[in-house]
């Protein structure tokens, strides 16, 4: 998809089609008004014949607008317009693409750009289409034996801008935005993988693909280097799959020499049975999404190698399955993780801490400035907050401020949850230093109290996205979250915006 910005009036605009926005109430916007008076009262006939009240959601094509060269246009309904926030500018973006997609437009002009959201510049807007616009328009096929790819399917979105100094910084918020939506796509491709094709080596092999398109060091640790390493952790899990674990390191060094990195460590479970804790078997096929925190790792990496932010980043993927078998972890075993403390596992669905945890140690090597974990950790993260926000617990409270701030400016949010030492008690084993779980209550804050333990040398912040990876139902598949989120965050941390997390 081509994305441009261009300043100009609406009547002059050669398009095929025109994108304008419509208040509650049948109020026309600002430019839905000028091609209005264009076109000799046409729009506003239209609207007043009740075709469309302006209801979020609702859209109107229409075709031979007198007066006007371009060949359609569509009227997107925006709701109340004092109510006009971030998430409706969102979706009447979103709305737009899909309304028009299979139309036959190859071409749009939006200026739903030029509609005032309450706190958002231009640049914010521009970005944000592209970024909804890319996502309306994700198909995943690439295993259908027949594409539903339209022939004449939409390639070029204009969009609008008041000024012509605004072209400059449009066209910068059109980079980023198709740097998210490219490290977005990359996520949700992975995600969208079944584990037979999406295994540990295959996870690998895209980050080395990865790594030699923007000149980046790769490594992939193997069972051999993580038995010396001594990480019995993640091994453990590892041993009920035929798949070989990888340990995953992804190094950008964009900032300067020495300086140290932000380090992304994504859980990458290419399939998650429950081992011997053995998962129900409806929708156990919606486990092979149990790597999207990898898979959002490397989507991140690529859109800050792709932006060349003056910032060094190291991502680190540790990558297993994790099935039932003779050598698969047993509730009550024990075992040792790189760190050398002991963990009893009380439950082998607990598995992503075991594997996160071996390398969040593997960490500290980097002498890291912060670490972010992203990891589908817990179904009780789900529970507490849904699909609407990502669970975030810290030991920093500037890093978590500093990401939840990165959260609400890409609209993908994340929730601050307390990590206080009296959840830590849960954890207490009899026979190890820890248990892997404790207990039904509060499993979101325990999760994130366990790998606590790993992180005490650096400052740290989890992300649960066990509720925001993929979605469930007719629209199952991966959602590509927190990539927006994590490179804001890294956006935000090259600026030097970020600074008062130092404090």
Known sequence: MEFIVKSGTPEKQRSGCIVVGVFEARKLSAVAHQIDEVSGGAIGAIVRRGDLDGKPGQTLLLHNIPNLPSERVLLVGCGKEKEFTDSRYRDAAAKAVTALKDTGATEITSYLTELDVKGRDIFWKV??????????????DKLKTKSNNNRRALRRVVLAVPKRSDLGPGEQAINEGRAIAEGVR???????????LCTPTYLAEQAVEIGKLYGLKTTVLEKADMQQLGMGAL???????????????????????????????????????????IKPAASMDEMKFDMCGGASVLG???????????????GIIPSSEN??????????????????????????????????????????????AFVIDIATLTGAC????????????A???????????????????????????EYQKQLDSNFADMANVGGREAGTITGACFLSRYAKNFKWAHLDIAGTAWKTGKEKGATGRPVPLLVQFLINRARKDGADMDT
């Open 323 to 368: 099935l039932p078998d003779g050598d698969a972890n047993k509730p009550g075993d024990i075992v040792t993780s790189m760190s050398g403390q002991t963990v009893e596992v009380l439950n082998t669905d607990a598995e992503g801490r075991l594997i996160l945890c071996d390398a969040l140690t593997y960490a500290e090597r980097y002498k890291p």
């Open 382 to 393: 789900v529970i507490a907050l849904g699909a609407h926000a990502s669970g975030l617990l």
């Open 235 to 277: 091994l453990s899990v590892s041993r009920g799959s035929r798949q070989p674990p990888k340990l995953i390191v992804l190094e950008y060094q964009g900032g300067k020499e020495g300086e140290a990195p932000v380090v992304l460590v994504g859980k990458g479970l290419t399939f998650d049975a429950g081992g011997i804790s």
């Open 186 to 196: 990359l996520a949700r491709d992975l995600g969208n993988l079944p584990g037979n």
């Open 300 to 314: 991140a990496v690529k859109a800050a190698a792709e932006l060349k932010l003056p910032i060094n980043i190291v």
């Open 127 to 140: 970005r944000q289409a592209v970024e909804v616009s890319e996502s309306a328009l994700y198909r995943f």
């Open 395 to 421: 030991n920093h409270d500037p890093l978590a401020r500093e990401i939840g701030n990165a959260g609400k400016y890409t609209y993908d949010r994340a929730w601050q949850l307390p990590l206080w030492d």
